[in-house]
T-cell receptor, first 109, second 116 residues
Framework: RKEVEQDPGPFNVPEGATVAFNCTYS??????FFWYRQDCRKEPKLLMS???SGNEDGRFTAQLNRASQYISLLIRDSKLSDSATYLC??????????FGTGTRLLVSP | GAVVSQHPSRVICKSGTSVKIECRSL??????MFWYRQFPKQSLMLMAT?????????EQGVEKDKFLINHASLTLSTLTVTSAHPEDSSFYIC????????????FGPGTRLLVL
């Protein structure tokens, strides 16, 4: 079983739609969590950290459920520029990041 | 701030040759840098943790004699793929953590290696 699992997608949504991605992790000792965005053939870029209390950054909302070992990312009012692959990432300790395979989002006009 | 560069951005080499990839933190010092590899449609996989002034720590399954890592200064880590083979063709990405500033890793733009 992969340490971090995501639905690979693609999720095809129209502009303005709300879309949600889910992620599960297997290592209960994981200390912190992140969502990264990766554009085609580029390096990943940090989108936001994920906290149990939930956190919001503009159109993006992330949530962590430690009991279920479940992480989510909600994108509201999707833009064409949101098209990318979204990587769920767990810090399993000693600064070691474990990446999911990513969920691909395609936003169409 | 927190810019990481990699050189070269892409390289094509013949099977059996060695390739060196540089990772530089441009505006900060990094005691620790990381090397990842990403195959098409797969996730980034941590290969090794590069520590300034000491030996790198390799992940299980990564051959230390094949992937040589040198972290000679607080702003430079190098990865040398020795005797490269076609199966080593991949996207190699480094990251760095600014010294004394939490745990956020900043990623370089990656190096695309193609071994013929």
């Amino acid at each position: 079983r992969k340490e971090v699992e995501q639905d690979p997608g693609p999720f095809n949504v129209p502009e303005g739609a709300t879309v949600a991605f889910n992620c599960t992790y297997s290592n209960s000792a994981s200390q912190s969590f992140f969502w990264y965005r990766q554009d085609c053939r580029k390096e990943p870029k940090l989108l936001m950290s994920v906290y149990s209390s939930g956190n919001e950054d503009g159109r993006f909302t992330a949530q962590l459920n430690r009991a279920s070992q479940y992480i989510s990312l909600l994108i509201r009012d999707s833009k064409l520029s949101d098209s990318a692959t979204y990587l769920c990432v767990a810090n399993t300790g000693f600064q070691k990041l474990v990446f999911g395979t990513g969920t691909r989002l395609l936003v169409s006009p | 701030g927190a810019v990481v560069s990699q050189h070269p951005s892409r390289v094509i080499c013949k099977s059996g040759t060695s390739v060196k990839i540089e990772c530089r933190s441009l505006d900060f010092q990094a005691t620790t840098m990381f090397w990842y590899r990403q195959f098409p449609k797969q996730s980034l996989m941590l290969m090794a943790t590069s520590n300034e002034g000491s030996k790198a720590t390799y992940e299980q399954g990564v051959e230390k004699d094949k992937f040589l890592i040198n972290h000679a200064s607080l702003t430079l880590s190098t990865l040398t793929v020795t005797s490269a083979h076609p199966e080593d063709s991949s996207f190699y990405i480094c990251s760095a953590i600014p010294q004394g500033k939490g745990e956020t890793q900043y990623f370089g733009p990656g190096t695309r290696l193609l071994v013929l």
